[in-house]
């Protein structure tokens, strides 16, 4: 009887976990079409790129800035060039903006997967 328990109790935290996971954790789909990996890391969220010619590299990190907008910093893997950036959630798409001197900005939108 207390195997079944700790075995039920088992469960419950480990689906708890899940239910309490960020949205902008996961897998997402990026404007280019390579797939990008948003997790946990430290107090903010790491992104890497899991597909395409530059799998594996990370190109960017976000902590959260309020009600489903992130504030950090977003890589160009393409020109290895950091600027401070932006995410903002909305449903299943992410809207990545890049800014040089916050004048100069460039978006794309993400889908999950």
Avoid: H
Avoid at 33 to 49: Q, R
Avoid at 60 to 69: D, E, F, R
């Amino acid at each position: 009887m207390k195997r079944i328990f700790a075995l039920t109790a088992a469960a419950v935290l480990v689906s708890a976990g899940a239910a309490f996971a960020d949205p902008i954790e996961g897998n997402w789909k990026t404007a280019s079409g390579e797939t990008a990996v948003i997790a946990p890391c430290g107090e903010a969220f790491c992104i890497k790129l899991k597909t395409g010619k530059f799998a594996g590299k990370q190109i960017g990190k976000m902590s959260l800035n309020g009600a489903n907008a992130y504030k950090g910093s977003i890589t160009d893997p393409t020109e290895d060039k950091t600027y401070s950036g932006t995410g903002k959630l909305s449903g299943a798409s992410l809207t990545m903006k890049g800014c040089v001197a916050a004048i100069f900005c460039k978006s794309q939108t993400w889908s999950k997967l």
